[in-house]
């Protein structure tokens, strides 16, 4: 049963700073990875898919990469923004047993100005 | 549509009543997927339909849930025998394929009361 982890559960960092959100998966037979934010009462927004062939997908400040064998995506933020501030979630889709996207409990970031 | 639209936004129903909440996906795309979000949790899959086909209903937690998308397009998640600890957001999502980015509506706030 594939089991998606985040950590840290929260962050609180200076503007500009570099970041880094940790996800894990423990079955690597994935089709995919996706990255999402949810700001407060809001609804779910796609910032990066990976498919499970490929390392790294970047868009902007974004760069997120994907290490099947090792169970790992990591989300990498640069220079951030209080407009970032927002809870990052990491949802892995799995190439047996059906379409299920499993995702992760999130990440909440505050950037501070 | 130009986004994923959920109805209704908010309902409160009493418990053991029948709710429908509604999704309309972005046109022209193929996979339609439901989810449920407890506070500060990640969504937990709970059906994905290809077109028309019901493809999985795995995440379906009872036999009070069911989905369905007649004409490939709009679905209907209905509870029925609606009780106390089916409150949560209900989200819908769509994309053009099944490893495609997936776009989530702002969803729905049930509460069972």
């Known amino acids: 049963k594939q089991e998606v982890t985040q950590i840290p559960a929260a962050l609180s960092v200076p503007e500009g700073e570099n970041l880094v959100l940790n996800c894990s998966f423990t079955d690597s037979a994935i089709y995919n990875l996706q990255w999402f934010r949810q700001d407060p009462g809001k609804g779910l927004t796609s910032l990066l898919l990976?498919?499970?062939?490929?390392r790294e997908q970047t868009s902007g400040r974004l760069n997120a990469s994907l290490d099947k064998s090792s169970g790992r995506s990591t989300l990498y933020i640069a220079a951030s923004q209080p407009g970032d501030s927002a809870t990052y979630l990491c949802?892995?889709?799995?190439?047996?047993?059906?379409?299920?996207?499993?995702f992760g409990a999130g990440t909440r970031l505050f950037v501070k100005a | 549509g130009a986004g994923v639209s959920q109805s209704p936004r908010y309902k409160v129903t009493k418990r053991g009543q029948d709710v429908a909440l509604r999704c309309d996906p972005i046109s022209g795309h193929v996979s339609l997927y439901w989810y449920r979000q407890a506070l500060g949790q990640g969504p937990e899959f709970l059906t994905y339909f290809n077109y028309e086909a019901q493809q999985d209903k795995s995440g379906l937690p009872n036999d009070r849930f069911s989905a369905e998308r007649p004409e490939g397009s709009i679905s209907t998640l209905t509870i029925q025998r609606t009780e106390q600890r089916d409150s949560a957001m209900y989200r819908c999502?769509?994309?053009?394929?099944?490893?495609?980015?997936?776009?989530f509506g702002q969803g729905t706030r049930l509460t069972v009361v």
């Open positions: 990976i498919q499970s062939s490929q």
């Open positions: 999502a769509s994309s053009f394929g099944g490893n495609t980015e997936a776009f």
């Open positions: 949802a892995v889709r799995g190439n047996t047993g059906g379409f299920k996207t499993i």
